[in-house]
């Protein structure tokens, strides 16, 4: 079964600092990997995606993500944290059995960036 | 362009009622899924719909049920409510579905539904 696994529930990081936020995945056949970010009483708003090709994947407001097959990751990163990067961040993987909107999301990691 | 809009954006149920909550896509979209965001979790997936037809389906109970219209809007509905139904509910649309399923979902702020 396809899972996403968001080892982290908080990450704490000063303003300035880099950030990473951590997901591994486990899914069969190529997986599609997304971030996603929610704001308090917002939906979610997509960061980025992986699909094929590179394995560093640019997104939104700065941030990327790097893909590493062998360690069936997809840790999202950006060089400088930012208060207003203050937010939820859910990790997804596509289910391929679905041919559409079906995405398998992880329980979220709450990213806290202090001045 | 409006984004995805979402209606109501609280309700409060009592236990046994039933409730629809209501979803209109980004212009243009014709592809339309609910999901289920219990507090302190990732959203679940409810049901996806493409086109009017139901292109798929999460581990919801019967009670869970859903259509979508001509002009591509939703409706969720939840019968027998219960108190674990207590959620986030969440309405996504994307502009199609393609074999493989790349595309990015666009979210809307969501429906807080309380079960009492």
């Known amino acids: 079964a396809q899972s996403v696994a968001q080892p982290e529930d908080q990450v704490n990081v000063a303003e300035g600092n880099p950030l990473t936020v951590k997901c591994t995945y486990s899914v069969s056949g190529n997986p599609y990997l997304f971030w996603y970010v929610q704001y308090p009483n917002r939906g979610l708003q997509f960061l980025l995606k992986?699909?094929?090709?590179?394995?560093l994947v640019k997104g939104s407001y700065g941030f990327e993500a790097e893909f590493n097959k062998s360690q069936t990751s997809f840790h999202l990163k950006k060089p400088s944290a930012l208060v207003s990067d203050s937010a939820l961040y859910f990790c997804?993987?596509?289910?391929?059995?679905?041919?559409?909107?079906?995405?398998?999301f992880g329980q979220g990691t709450e990213l806290s960036v202090k001045p | 362009d409006a984004g995805v809009t979402q209606s109501p954006t609280h309700l409060i149920k009592t236990r046994g009622q039933h409730v629809t909550l209501r979803c209109s896509p980004i212009?243009?979209?014709?592809?339309v899924s609910w999901y289920q965001q219990v507090l302190g979790q990732g959203p679940q997936f409810i049901f996806q719909y493409y086109e009017k037809e139901e292109r798929g389906r999460g581990n919801f109970p019967d009670r869970f049920s859903a259509r979508q219209f001509p002009n591509y809007s939703s409706e969720l509905n939840v019968n027998a409510l219960l108190l674990g139904d207590s959620a986030l509910y969440l309405c996504a649309s994307s502009l199609m579905i393609r074999q493989g399923g790349f595309e990015k979902l666009f979210f809307g702020s969501g429906t807080q539904l309380s079960v009492l």
């Open positions: 997804a993987v596509r289910d391929p059995s679905n041919q559409g909107g079906k995405l398998i």
């Open positions: 992986y699909i094929t090709g590179d394995n």
């Open positions: 212009s243009g979209h014709k592809s």
